[in-house]
């Protein structure tokens, strides 16, 4: 009976202490880091963002139109690069899931028009966290740095 006890502690002590290891993100967790250092998983993101992301964002995370911080006739801004000439770094992980997972107009509200539509009905949240994870990898250290800095500031 007590090895039984004892097995069972165990396994769960185990269990425990691989979600905390690698736990899975969750809506509105911004100290989760993203997966920029896990070669898998930033592998897994570069494919989804050519998928998803690239035809917008350019292939090379450039963006695809010059003065994408002006809006346009319509009254939409371009999409941005996510390189670190872009504005991506300068948002915390928690709002970057946000803004795949649920598209910029939802976020930001009002007459806000936005052409980024969400991503959470194609992607998982995981995957959108490889996705984001694949573009910090692309980053210079020091910006890198930078974000991480920025998600440490969001910390309860």
């Not at 007590?2 to 002590?13: D, L, M």
């Not at 809506?27 to 992301?53: F, I, K």
């Not at 949240?125 to 692309?138: F, H, M, P, Q």
Request: with cysteine; charged share 20%; aromatic share 8%.
């Amino acid at each position: 009976m007590e090895k039984s006890i004892i097995t069972g502690v165990a396994a769960t002590s185990i269990a425990i202490g691989t979600a905390w290891i690698s736990p899975a993100w969750t809506a509105n967790d911004a100290r989760q880091s993203l997966p920029y250092t896990d070669a898998v998983r930033v592998a897994e993101g570069a494919a989804l963002y050519t998928d998803y992301c690239a035809s917008c964002h350019g292939a090379n995370l450039e963006g695809q139109q010059p003065n994408w911080q002006d809006r346009d006739a319509d009254g939409y801004l371009p999409a941005p690069p996510h390189d670190e000439t872009g504005h991506t770094w300068h948002h915390d992980n928690d709002l970057l899931m946000r803004i795949v997972r649920d598209g910029t107009e939802a976020i930001v509200g009002g007459t806000y028009k936005s052409n980024m539509i969400g991503f959470g009905d194609v992607m998982s949240d995981n995957e959108i966290a490889s996705v984001l994870g694949y573009i910090k990898s692309t980053w210079p250290t020091e910006i890198q740095n930078i974000h991480n800095e920025i998600n440490a500031r969001v910390l309860p």
